[in-house]
Structure formats: C-alpha cells, structure tokens
C-alpha cells in the first residue's frame, strides 16, 4: 500500500481506536455503514410503516459495546442507541442525533443503513399538547409535532453556536454535555412530555457498575436503557426490523462475551497489568495519536477525558485484550460447529431458542484466557 495512503488511514483510525478503549464513551452509539439505503427509507421505516416527527427510533450497533449497553441496561435488552425524527426548516424529516463524534442530523435512510436491528417507538398520547420551549425561536408558538422539531432544530442551533461535548458520566438531566439517548429525551421533555427513556441501571449499589467506575476512574451515574421506551407506557412500539442476512449468532457471541465480563468484574476480578510489551504498545499509541491530530488542521482537536491516567488504559487495554481473544476463538469455533441463525423475524426470533450452543462455546473459549488477562 502507498505510503500516502497508510498515513491516511493513521489519521482517520488512531483516534478513533484510541477512544474505543474507553468502556465509558460513546461506543454503544457507533454504527457500521451498510451503502446504498432504498430511497423510501427517507420517509418510511424499512418494514414499510410510514414515518412521523418525534417519532423515536432505537438501534443496535455493532459489536463488543453495542452489546455491552444493550444488556448491561436492561435485562434482555436488544437496542444499544436512540435517535427521533424532526422536520428541519426545508419540511425535510431527519433525524435528530448524537453519536461520537458529537450532534448531527442525516435523513432516515443514512441512519437505517447503519444498523443491523432497529426499532420505531412513537408516542402513544395526544402530542397536540406539545408545546416549544421558549428559546425555540420561532415565529408564533410551535405545538403538537411541530412543536419536538422546534426543540429539536433550537439545540441543534444551540450546538453550533456553542459546541455540546460528551457525556462521559452519563448524566441524563445535566445538558451541558451530552449521550444519544438525552437528546431526544430533553426535545421531548422541553415541550412538557414525558421521558420515552424513563429506565435506568444505577450506579449507587450496583457491584457492576460501581467496580467499573473504579477501574476507570470514572464517576458514571448511571447506564439508562434505550429499550425502555419499548416497556414506557406513554409510548408505543410501532415495528421492528432485522436485516434478513444478520446473522444472530455474531450478536449472540458480543452478548455472551459482555456478559461474562461484567459478572467477572462484579465477582471482584480485574484487569492484570500489561507486560513490558503492552505498556510499549500503550505509549506508542498515545505518541501516534498525538503526531497524527497534531497535524489534522482541518478539524478541531478533541482531548481525551480527564479521567484518563495510565491506570485506566492499562485497564482498558487488558479487558479489550481478553474480550477480542475470547470472541475471535469462539467466532471460529461457532463458524465450524454451529448452523447459521438468520434474522427472518424482528418479532418472534425463533433463532434465539437455537442459540444454546453459540453461548456455551464463548464461555469455553473465554475461560481459556481469564488468567492471562484477569486475577481477583
């Protein structure tokens, strides 16, 4: 390859691979892009239901940490991330989003094209008692729908005025920085409406989350569930998709993969510290990613959280370590001793009664690597 081309790829992935160490950023909102959407998709959801503003749409991305804040939210959750739909000042309906990167909006068929497993939820009461907040700054006063993409549009422009950083503590009243999930939930509640997120694990007293805060020297409040607005009793699921080739195995492997390590690390174990080889490789990165966005003009430069010391990314490195050893051994051996398990039906997903075998194989193959990356 070119060298001009590897030093392009450097500058577009170090920081991105540097932060996905990070368990508590924003990789439960990352996505994979799947090209070329049908065009209806702009204005229906991929099963055909006809699209509305403020309707809600939940996602699944790809993935360890897709995974992680699916079913470490909620028991059986399935939906890692949440955006809503709002008409912008053309009369075009996009949606209305905060992933990684910071607040965007892209039209519907962009952001159904990321997902493998998506969900429309809209709300169930009467929305021509929405009203828009103040500072929507509108001519006369916006209500019902139009009233969820005036508080839509007015934090977008307040995000351009003043950019809104990220929310590493999850904190879903506090808006000065901000997660997927608060930003629907903050349009909807500016127009006196209810919380379609209204579920949350706590951190005070969970042994999870709270020997996770310590090991990443973190102060996260709490994991809210995007699948709650499923089980909200204001709001309504109107249909969901999976894309027909998915493959429920790979989404079986992450979960189980997530799951033993949050158990492991509420039972008290924790990360080992890197031999000399991997502290060299963690500095190498950090002198890589300083190099390379020293020189990225074009685009203004995001520092790192200051919760990171060398503890946490010691940590951080030895878990993703442990997770991508475990899943790329069970991948192989679920390839060779299992049957594919299709996604036909969003709804009845009989494949997840054949996914026993799947589950049983990644923790065989987890174990195999416990005490290289782990000790209580």
């Known amino acids: 390859m070119p060298k001009d081309k590897l030093f392009d790829r450097a500058k577009r992935h170090f920081p991105a691979c540097l932060v996905f160490i990070l368990l508590f950023s924003f990789a439960g909102c990352s996505s994979q892009r799947i090209p070329s959407p049908p065009p209806s998709w702009n204005d229906h959801f991929p099963t055909g239901a006809r699209l509305k503003e403020g309707d809600i749409v ?5 993935g360890l940490i897709g995974a992680l804040f699916a079913t470490q939210s909620q028991p059986g959750g399935k939906y890692s991330h949440g955006a809503m739909l709002y008409q912008d000042g053309d009369g075009r309906l996009m949606v209305f989003n905060y992933r ?3 607040m965007e909006t892209c039209s519907p068929g962009e952001f159904f094209s990321r997902y493998n497993r998506l969900a429309l939820v809209r709300f169930r009461g ?14 006369g006063e916006p209500s019902g729908p139009a009233a969820l993409s005036a508080a839509a549009r007015s934090w977008l422009a307040q995000n351009t005025a003043r950019r809104i950083p990220p929310d590493y503590r999850l904190d879903h009243d506090n808006h000065d920085a901000m997660f997927c999930l608060e930003l629907p939930s903050a349009a909807y509640r500016d127009c006196g409406l209810p919380d379609p997120f209204f579920r949350a694990r706590r951190a005070d007293g969970d042994p999870i989350l709270s020997a996770a805060n310590r090991l990443f020297n ?5 994991i809210r569930s995007p699948s709650s607005a499923l089980d909200n009793p204001d709001f ?3 249909d969901e998709w999976i894309r027909p080739e998915y493959d429920l ?8 993969v997530m799951r033993i390590m949050a158990d492991e690390i509420g039972e008290g174990f924790r990360p080992r510290r890197p031999n000399p080889l991997g502290r060299l490789k963690l500095k190498q990165i950090f002198a890589l990613y300083h190099l390379v966005t020293r020189f990225m003009f074009w685009r203004p430069k995001q520092d790192l959280p200051d919760f990171i010391n060398s503890g946490v ?3 951080a490195y030895m878990l993703y370590n442990y997770a991508a050893k475990g899943k790329k051994l069970a991948k192989a051996r679920v390839r060779r001793e299992t049957e594919a398990v299709p996604a036909r039906n969003a709804r009845a997903e009989e494949g997840y009664q054949n996914l026993a075998g799947t589950r049983r194989i990644v923790r065989e193959s987890m174990v195999r690597f416990r005490d290289r990356y782990l000790v209580k």
């Open 58 to 62: 939940l996602a699944r991305s790809y």
């Open 126 to 139: 009467d929305l021509s008692r929405a009203r828009a907040p103040k500072y929507a700054g509108q001519n």
């Open 313 to 315: 990314v010691e940590n």
């Open 249 to 256: 195995r790979d989404e079986a492997v992450n979960e189980e």
């Open 218 to 222: 973190a102060s996260v409040l709490e």
């Open 100 to 102: 990684p990167a910071g």
């Open 236 to 238: 309504h699921l109107v």
